[in-house]
């Protein structure tokens, strides 16, 4: 069998898609295993353990998307290989929820949102809590791996807010009715429950709504809360609140034991209770929590029984198990008759780490010594916890395994690969399990650990005791009922909770007796027999309060199974699609954190500069005024000057259509005799060549200007900045902005000099120029972008220059063939718009504090920059391919030039891609689809300062146009501007036309410039 592997460098996805690619794989016909990951060790060792890890797969790195399979047909692996990319693509949500790429955008569109839910990786889980907290949010952050000292910082801003922050490593929480992340569908009622362990919330909760009763709100800390410098801020908080909330009359505390100062923290406020609180800290004193007026439960069983005793006005009392005690001894005694001889160890398999925790507290007494990868008080470490030592208990959702992988209530591999082992070794006696229910848990999990352990009992000699129990109600959408006869069905000794499933395994392994178990259990409670419910609590006054103030309404930030859930709750849930910052670039990172430790004074100038730079763009009002010589018009511009696009670049280093395009306008020019001649002068440094930038005069694709050239003269009659640019060649093959050169070429050119030029120039004299801003406006209603497609653009310019044109004293045979140029050039107004982009740009640059994007342009082999608070700089990386359709069918990829050309203007001015949404036909080119033109503008909103309503999109309710790239918000987001462009040939020659997005090093090395500067101010 044939291992077939991709892996995409730098690409990241959410590991919950990756997980239902691996599905949609896994179930392809011909297909044996197969798994989608990012390239974290942990993934790699899952790798090894399926039998798909390659030399090729060890050399990926974190940031890496890797795609194995396995097929014994080479046809087969060909047609996936071939078709990948379908996989990836998700059917369209049925659920209706809104998305966004950042929160602030999500904040604009829902400014009601009062619960941030985070799940994106630990490294960046920090930056995104602290936003939601800044913008007034309650937040929960299910991301895990964050680090100590972040929580530290989130917890004090929380406080400094008044704001809930529930996590890191925050698993389950139900709030005011809401199943959030992992959490179970729940009775409402009056048991309040906070804890530093999703596990054991969601086991007490569902035990409390199995017997019949309901939770007011149920609050998770995360797993560190309770660590002496964290200082258990959230669970201080939250005990204060239920403490204060009508609608809750007991309360339920449960993690591990505090640390000393924060335990006395808990004492003081319990103190001060009028209502029963009870204290589940595993490990910890009975004696500490009884002294101060709670009641201490060493169990979440005996937590459960306990607030349910209490509701129903009885005395509490502890049963370690809830079946009969004939029916637990005739299991005990069938189940020592199946061990085999020698060796029997019990291997816990959780998902839930307090699950494995309570295992261990409650065996201890029973077995001895006990592993675990996350041992208890007296208990010993794995040396690896990805191997088995006599009896260990081992939590699979520990950041050991999570690490780049969905958690595994969601994503069960790690338990099936467990199980497969455990089968494998002669010494295991029993398997010990947890299975989890929710909304955004694995819609089936006791149907695969089933599945699993029918094919392990087929395979193997070894026949482990499998003894397990399931978390979760009636109400979840697996079915608490149906997932425990699912597994009964193959064998499965299942019972009604955690310990007591603990508990079964310790009796059948050991030789103690049903009774002295029992005894030893027993004795853990009884110092709270007998206490009942106070019956003035539930009468007393108290302030009404829903933890959020009103009903949740969710920003779900990272894995959309969690919006997805809400949804299904008919819980308010809008969807940030987020991605990391910069697509994860360290240097990225690290210029955006210092951004988020900037003194607000500083922050608050680059908001105004950018608001500045913003309002230029919008009061910006270009006119076409004249054609003229470059030489003439613009400043600086000399005979033995030739510009070109992009940024500098000498010319032994250009591509050679790019150099045609150079060479073109020194034989225009009249500088050279011949070809030789000219490569001669270049070479030599004779001839000057500078990036067209400088002067303001950006140039489409490979064409160069010349001194004498004719240049379309735009003004920006609001600040009184000029912009220029040549005029557009048509739509011959041969044209220098395709890397062309011949004599048709230089017969064109000599006629725009001694001819069109100078017709125009009258022409636009006599209209005293034309209004660009007016001939976009109503061009982006008739279907133009301005970039791509100038359809009505060059229709509406003909209309405004025809009666001036009319009234000129020249021959009517000129006229004509002036008119029929424009005519059969219908991108001809492209150039006019660039240079009118460009006018207005100009008025932007050197806006100190600013960020935003005043210039970008592509040579061939670099992109380049600019951005306002830094002039004419640019910042380069190298140059984008250019994705899209060709010409010839024929043509492939590598047979094209990457971008080049300045007419990106036009983007940067919020045309072209930007305003994408309004030429929906011109995302054809590059093989998209209507809905994808909608959906690049609203990217484009995502990314820019704001929208200019001058320029109005039909399509999308005639909103503005994304304006004034913020290289910030592009770090910030991962997206990239698009730009739309023509596709050249290796060869010279318009190969196609396409998008290409501009890199993200240049923004990333503007950034850095920025901040230099600022540090040097």
Known sequence: MSIYVVIRKGEFRDSVVLMNVSRKLTDAPGIDDALVVMGTDNNKEILDALGLLTDEIRQATTEDLIIAFKSDDPDTGRLVLENIDSYFVQEDSETGIKSYSTLEAALEAEPDANLALISVPGEYAARQAKKALQKGLHTLVFSDNVPLKEEIRLKQLAEEKDRFIMGPDCGVCNIDGAALAL??????????????SGSGIQEITALIDRAGYGVSQAIGTGGRDLHKDVGGITMLRGLKTLLEDQSTSVVVLIGKSPAPKI????????????????????????????????????????????ANALLKGEEASYNAFTLPQAEIKSIIGIARSELKT????????????????????????????????????????LSDPRKSEADCFIDLGDEVFTRGRAHPVIDPLPYRLRIQDEFNDPETGVILLDVILGPACHPDPAGYIAEVLVDARRSKEN???????????????????????????VGVIVMPSSAQAAVLAGLVVSDKSVEEGLAVLSSLSSKYMGVKLNDDVRNIVLQKTKLLGEKPKVINIGVDLLADSLRMQNIDVIQVNWSPPAGGDPNAIRLLDKWDSLDDNIRERIQIANKKAFDIFVSGHPVWTDVQPAGKVIPGYHSHLITHAGPAINFHDMKMIFKNGVIGAVLIEGLAKNRDDAIALLEKGDIELRPAWDFNVPIAGMAAVSYSMPVMVAEDIAHGTMGFSPIMEGPSFDVLRSGVYNQVVANRWDWFRESMGPILSDALKSAKG???????????????????????????????????????DIEKKELSRCLDFIRSAERFSQNVLIAGAAAVLKAAENIKYSTVVTGMGGNGVEMGVKISALGGRMFTAPAPIIYGRFLNPTTKIEDTEPFSGDSCA????GLGGCAAAASPAVTLLGGGTVQDAYNRTREMWEITVGKNPNYAIPTLSFEGTPTAFDILKILETGILPASHAGIIHKTGGLAGAGIARIPMECFVKALDAFFRELEEA
């Not at 209770?273 to 979440?300: E, H, Q, Y």
């Not at 780490?353 to 208890?376: C, E, V």
Request: charged share 20%.
């Open 183 to 196: 959490a179970s569908i729940l009775n409402r009622g009056e048991v309040g429950v906070v804890g530093a």
């Open 263 to 306: 335990e006395a923290q808990l004492i003081t406020v319990i103190r001060s209770s009028t209502k029963p609180v009870i204290a589940c800290f595993l490990n910890s004193s009975p004696d500490i929590w009884n002294r101060a007026g709670a009641l201490f439960a060493p169990t979440m069983d005996s937590a459960a029984q306990l």
């Open 342 to 381: 020698g060796k029997n160890y019990i291997r816990g398999l959780f998902g839930g780490g307090t699950f494995a925790g309570q295992a261990q507290m409650l065996l201890k007494t029973f077995i001895d010594p006990i592993y675990s990868n996350a041992p208890a008080a007296g208990c010993r470490k």
């Open 463 to 489: 026949n482990p005791i499998v003894i397990a129990s399931v978390c979760g109600t009636r109400r979840d959408p697996q079915d608490l009922y149906l997932q425990e006869e699912k597994l009964r069905k």
């Open 770 to 808: 034309i209004n660009l801003r007016n001939v976009v406006s109503r061009s982006l209603l008739m279907g133009d972008e301005n970039h791509s497609r100038e359809t009505a653009s060059t229709l509406i310019l003909i209309a405004e220059l025809a009666p001036h044109l009319a009234l000129l």
């Open 906 to 909: 036009v983007t940067v001015y």
